[in-house]
Structure formats: structure tokens, C-alpha cells
């Protein structure tokens, strides 16, 4: 019943900015999580940040931290992953998924994955 679409993706130059999106559907009024993770050619998928509702606590990775910033917003169901100051090891397929944020960390979970959307830093 989950449903997850992601779009925003696309090629950038180092140092350039984009903004990932993820229109999601069919969650209760309880207490969730959802992250984005990302995975490179030939690297394993790894987790980029996540945000917990209704509280808002967020995580991210350290290799993101300071220039990426989730939000969520509760009116329209849409997750955000504005991206800032990339790097072409942020090349990746982008994934958005419901997730959990347990004791520092975000792990996926649940099972529920949008299609991807693939981000391309390159000169």
C-alpha cells in the first residue's frame, strides 16, 4: 500500500546543487521514518539521511553531513534531499525508502523502495 516515487535526479558539475524529491503515499498517523540511500556503480548501497515523523529527528551520513539537508513536507506527503556543494563520489542512484532511526543510525526497513532517480557529478 506504501507507495514511493522519486524525481530530481540528473548531471551536475562539482560544486553544483540539486534538490531530490519523493512523493509518498498510503502511511498512518503513527510514528515513521522515511531515508534517502544511494548506491554507486559497483559500491554497496549505503544510507544518506533520514527523517523520523512526527518529531522531525533527522540523521546523515558523515560523508553528506553539512551539505545535504532533508525535510519533509507533512501537508503534501513529499521528502526532500536538497543537495549542496557535490562531489562525483555523490554519483549515484538515488533511492527513497521507509527506514528507522535507531540508537544514532537509519537503517531501511519495511521493505518499501521507490524506483530510484540517478545523480551524476561530473567536470
Known amino acids: 500500500q506504501v507507495q514511493l516515487v522519486e524525481f530530481g535526479g540528473g548531471s551536475v558539475q562539482p560544486g553544483g546543487s540539486l534538490r531530490l524529491s519523493c512523493a509518498a503515499s498510503g502511511f498512518g498517523s503513527d510514528t515513521w521514518a522515511l531515508g534517502w540511500f544511494r548506491q554507486a556503480p559497483g559500491k554497496k548501497r549505503e544510507g544518506a539521511s533520514c527523517?523520523?515523523?512526527?518529531?522531525?529527528?533527522?540523521w546523515y551520513a558523515d560523508s553528506v553531513k553539512d551539505r545535504f539537508t532533508i525535510s519533509l513536507d507533512k501537508i503534501n506527503n513529499t521528502l526532500y534531499l536538497q543537495m549542496e556543494a557535490l562531489k562525483p563520489e555523490d554519483t549515484a542512484i538515488y533511492y527513497c525508502?521507509?527506514?528507522?532511526?535507531?540508537?544514532?543510525?537509519?537503517?531501511?526497513?519495511?521493505?518499501?523502495w521507490g524506483r530510484g532517480t540517478q545523480v551524476t557529478v561530473s567536470a
Open positions: 525508502a521507509t527506514a528507522v532511526l535507531w540508537r544514532g543510525t537509519c537503517m531501511a526497513q519495511y521493505g518499501n
Open positions: 527523517i523520523q515523523s512526527p518529531d522531525g529527528v533527522t
